[in-house]
């Protein structure tokens, strides 16, 4: 009997916008994506418009927007041109291929995150405990949420590792900076992007 293929989460980085365009196109052949975003509702001339643009999508739909009733939410992302997806290593040549095909037109143009390992290119897989632990701020966080490249995140990323015990972000892992002034909870996903909490109280974390 063959094996299922094993399903990982890649982080790719999509550049003009088009993270939701990608999503649609992954969504659409049943591959499961996330795309940090906030929901933001729409009032006044904001939600008239989102309301005509909506009309006119295919099946009345459009990732952009969270239709709940009669309110109109708008998905803004919280990292510029990160999107996550989660699928076998080789779904990723399909994805690739697209994003070049569409890249030869100018409308597009991303990457997936990949390390060089003796002039060999190896794809970054991320664990799964470290993306649902990035979820579970992001998804459950207050608005004080701040995001950090991969470039800042060797700067931050020190400090005594915790776990939340209490609260709507209890089971989250990472570790407690001074960040402005203030001990925050950083949650790494390595080498590519990483997310402070506002302030938790220590009652609230346990040592790892």
Known sequence: MEEAPQMKWYALKIFFNKAFDVEDYLNARGIDTYIPVQKVLLKG????????????????????????GALIYQRKPLVTSLLFVHCAEEQLSEVDAYMKERDANNNMRGYIYS??????????SIPDKEMACFRLVVDNGSKGLEFFASDDIARFASGDRVRVKEGPLRGAEGYIKRIRR????????EGIVAVATTYIPPQNLEKI
């Open 45 to 68: 001339i904001a939600h008239i418009l989102a309301r005509k643009r909506l009309a006119k999508a295919p099946e009345h739909r459009d990732s952009r927007y969270i239709v709940e």
């Open 115 to 124: 390390t060089y390992q003796s002039g060999e290119r190896k794809l970054t």
């Open 182 to 189: 203030d001990r925050r909870l950083l949650v790494v996903i």
